[in-house]
């Protein structure tokens, strides 16, 4: 073998020696490293979900306010008015469900995108290497978004009740990303599961629409019978939700504490689960997806 | 310091696949079921333990590549060549970390930047400018780098007033050229590359095949190249490494690892044969057979270069596409391509027509061209600009025996052919 040395020239400045070990279970020593080293494609990615996510509509982002407003009219309709449930305290009915159907947006939207994203992100993870936790959770980013778009119909609606958050309205940030966290746990697991088995593609709508109805965003977490209600809240998004509707509308709506510090439990399960199932996997996508 | 940038030690990768088991024919009703429903229950188990699962009933072990050590040194530019399945792409993908080695291991220093598909990520909505920014990310450019590089994109594409249009607007020409013009403007010490140039029009790959060179030589970065042109590894790698059955056969001077290659052959007929489930090709279209024969009707692998050679080529078309080359190249024992024939060079009134179902198209080599020598012929199917669908290398071999000079002067030099790559009988005149 004959080596030209006339081809030899300094290496490029920069990152010219740094040193990469590939063997098997390698990928695991500098992980989390790397997820710092790319974070430029994580923005990039969120921003790709976000640009692309109303082309091509005619009323675009429009959609994002439409579509949890027209949902809480009707759940305003059949829960206030046919069944007549009771509101938590003085709170309008119609806060009080779309209080709840904020968070509510947010788990069930970024869960749907999350457990979709390995699949149709298939031909990246097929040819580039990075860190594949980035791609669900910028994908979440995307209903993120939409949820700070909704929260503009919440304002808007407080000034037509001429309803005043209290101090607790300071403590909403929190819980947005409880329910974030709430749905990154089962996301990242449903996630790796659908590379392999496409099954959980339609699980996940399934799970939505069932949730929707299981969880208290129609109605408030009062009107569960009080010995039913710790039960209740191994549904985590009952934490979520009766959070929600704590900050937004106050002492009108008192937090069930053993039950919220359950849900806290639930979350911080599935969590380390989904993150734990997604890592265990994660390095034969390439080869299966 | 030592020079190596690249350190392959024994890397070794296996996959597991599962067949189905044989059925008996007359399985019942409740069979069927019995069996599913055993085959769910292993499922439900498996995925439970977070065991990694594998559909069918028995169990493959396939190493796709095993026992592959080299040494790559900085400012070197590396051939990789082998017959498709040889596990090219397989080291590649090792190599970019998109999968792991199932055992070895692999040092190397500096950054790597990996190209194993032309627009890897481009999203068809999204503009050429927004793409640019995308796929350089995704590439591993940072976005101050894409920036200072930008107007250099643009340029290098030639797609100057489409910037920003949505690219599923854009000629499939357009945007494989964006694509290159991206990844082109990657500054990794250490570049791979897999066959990506094969799309495009001639004039562009050329440019891109420039560009590799530009990096190659004048950059002195280190590249990796995977190909199926020979010409091309002849240009521009000092190295080359040869995989066959996922094991490194030979690793040298890159003349010599071609011939090798080529010399393979040895096991080469006049003629090919594929069963319907292992016809290479896509769903649409699938080469079935090719053959070599002469025109007096003789298939024995030597002909004479005074008769006509035909080449033909069987496959099954299940969809038609407009853009369809079939062709072939013709490439010398030294890894010369004599030849590229598509039979989309022809006018479209006289060229043949692709029907559904079975095709067989014969190619005429003329009387009086070929030198003599050995030859192979390696089928080129593709969507014109789109994509491949067959890219072999080497399935026919056959030899020219020179006998076709009128003159007594015409065997003088050497018995079997003269110096060039071809030999026809041109015209003489006085002036």
């Known amino acids: 073998m004959i080596h030209n040395s006339s081809n030899l020239k300094k290496a490029p400045q920069g990152l010219a020696e740094s040193l990469l070990i590939i063997e098997p279970g390698r990928t695991e020593k500098n992980y989390w490293a790397d997820l710092w080293r790319f974070r430029e494609l994580f923005l990039i990615l969120a921003w790709r979900d976000i640009s692309v996510r109303y082309k091509q509509t005619i009323i675009g982002v429009l959609w994002a306010l439409l579509r949890p407003f027209l949902t809480m009219v009707v759940f305003t309709v059949i829960f206030g008015r046919i069944a007549r449930l009771p509101s938590e305290g003085n709170a309008p009915y119609a806060l009080l469900v779309f209080a709840g159907m904020l968070p509510w947006t947010l788990f069930a939207s970024a869960l749907g995108e999350a457990s979709n994203s390995l699949i149709n992100n298939a031909n990246l993870i097929s040819k580039v290497y990075f860190p594949r936790l980035i791609v669900p959770v910028a994908t979440m980013v995307t209903a993120f978004i939409d949820f700070l778009i909704s929260l503009l119909v919440m304002v808007g609606m407080m000034a037509y009740y001429r309803f005043a958050p209290g101090w607790s309205i300071l403590l909403l940030p929190l819980f947005g990303l409880m329910a974030l966290l709430a749905s990154l746990g089962p996301g990242l697991w449903i996630t790796a599961l659908n590379v392999k088995y496409r099954d959980f593609r339609y699980v996940i709508p399934f799970v939505v629409q069932f949730g929707l109805y299981v969880s208290p965003v129609g109605f408030s977490s009062s009107v569960i019978p009080e010995r039913w209600r710790f039960l209740y809240s191994l549904n985590p998004l009952v934490g979520v939700i009766d959070g929600f509707r704590w900050s937004i509308l106050g002492g009108n709506s008192p937090i069930y504490w053993p039950g919220f510090l359950l849900s806290l439990a639930i979350i911080a399960f599935f969590l380390w689960l989904g993150i734990s199932r997604f890592r265990k996997t994660e390095k034969s996508f390439a080869d299966i997806i | ?431």
């Open chain 2, 1 to 431: 310091m030592s020079d190596i940038v690249i350190k392959a030690e024994n890397i070794g990768k296996k996959y597991t696949i599962g067949h189905q088991a044989e059925r008996e024919r007359d399985t019942t009703f409740r069979e069927v079921i019995v069996q599913n429903a055993r085959n769910l229950w292993h499922k439900t188990r498996d995925l439970a333990t977070g065991r990694p699962i594998i559909q069918g009933e028995s169990l493959e072990e396939v190493w796709a590549l095993k026992d592959v050590s080299f040494e790559i040194r900085r400012g070197e530019a590396v051939g990789i060549i082998g017959r498709n399945g040889a596990g090219k792409s397989t080291l590649l993908k090792i190599l970019s970390r998109i999968t792991e080695p199932t055992e070895g291991r692999v040092t190397i220093k500096g950054r790597v930047a990996s190209l194993l598909e032309v627009g890897t990520g481009f999203h068809s909505e999204l503009s050429g400018r927004e793409n640019i920014y995308l796929n350089g990310a995704i590439l591993g450019m940072t976005r101050a780098e894409i920036k200072r590089k930008f107007d250099e994109i643009v340029a290098f594409a030639e797609v100057g007033k489409y910037l920003d249009t949505p690219v599923k607007r854009y000629s499939s020409g357009m945007y494989v050229r964006l694509a290159f013009a991206v990844a082109a403007h990657l500054e990794p010490e250490i570049l791979v590359v897999d066959e990506v140039l094969a799309v495009g029009d001639a004039s562009f790959q050329k440019k891109c095949l420039g560009k590799m060179d530009e990096v190659a030589k004048q950059q002195g970065r280190t590249v990796l190249f995977v190909s199926h042109n020979m010409a091309a590894i002849q240009n521009l790698c000092q190295q080359v490494i040869l995989l066959s059955k996922g094991r490194l056969v030979s690793w040298g001077e890159t003349t010599s690892v071609i011939s090798h290659y080529l010399a393979q052959g040895g096991v080469l007929g006049s003629a090919i044969h594929w069963s319907e489930d292992a016809a290479p090709g896509n769903n649409n279209l699938r080469l079935l057979s090719m053959t070599a024969c002469s025109e007096d009707g003789s298939k024995d692998g030597v002909y004479q270069s005074q008769k006509k050679i035909y080449i033909e080529m069987t496959f099954k078309a299940s969809e038609i596409h407009s853009a369809l080359c079939v062709g072939f190249d013709l490439i010398t024992e030294y890894g010369v391509t004599v030849l590229r024939s598509y039979h989309t060079d022809m006018e479209d009134v006289s060229r043949p027509e692709v029907r559904k179902g079975i095709n067989t198209w014969m190619c005429a080599i003329p009387a009086g061209l070929l030198n003599g020598g050995v030859y192979t012929v390696s089928p080129r199917i593709s969507l014109h600009n789109i994509s491949w669908i067959v890219m072999l290398d080497a399935v026919l071999k056959f030899e020219v025996v020179l006998n076709h000079g009128v003159s007594s002067f015409w065997h003088s030099l050497d018995s079997r052919s003269r110096p060039g790559t071809v030999s026809p009988i041109l015209k003489w005149k006085v002036d």
